[in-house]
């Protein structure tokens, strides 16, 4: 049995100012018939701000419309987003950016973006595990 499919972040390491804001992309690489990507995301909100999460590209490569659910916790750091692709369309597989998240670096130090939780859903709503990993990033 190969490896399944993997969340991860892009860049996966990052170095910021204090007060800037920046550009996370959640990449999944590996899947095959993908219709649904929840992923949830922690962070320490001392140090990162959310600003705003939009669609990648990859569940609508193929010209369909991605809807974008989420809901955040800004007081544990935590972000739960869904992108789902409409019902009895065909899923997609290969790789590519799925959200991009933008945050603002609060205080200096360094921070790690992890994915906590990501099971997907292929067309028939049918769940696949992902593996997730981490971002570094520091604040000057």
Known sequence: MGAGPV???????????????????????????????????????????????SNGDLLSKDGQPVALVHREDTRAGSIQ???????????????????????LAVKSGQVTLSVSRAVLRDAAMQPQNAAGSQAIISIQ
Not at 9 to 33: E, H, W
Not at 81 to 103: H, I, K, Q, W, Y
Request: aromatic share 8%.
């Open 7 to 53: 969340i991860s972040f892009d860049p996966a390491t990052i170095s910021q100012k204090v007060g800037s804001t920046f550009v996370v992309n959640v990449m999944l690489n590996g899947p095959q018939n993908i219709s649904s990507v929840p992923v949830q995301v922690a962070y320490d909100p001392k140090m990162l701000q959310l600003v705003n999460i």
């Open 81 to 103: 987003m869904t992108a789902t692709r409409p019902p009895s369309t065909p899923g997609v597989s290969g790789n590519g950016n799925v959200f991009s998240l933008t945050f």
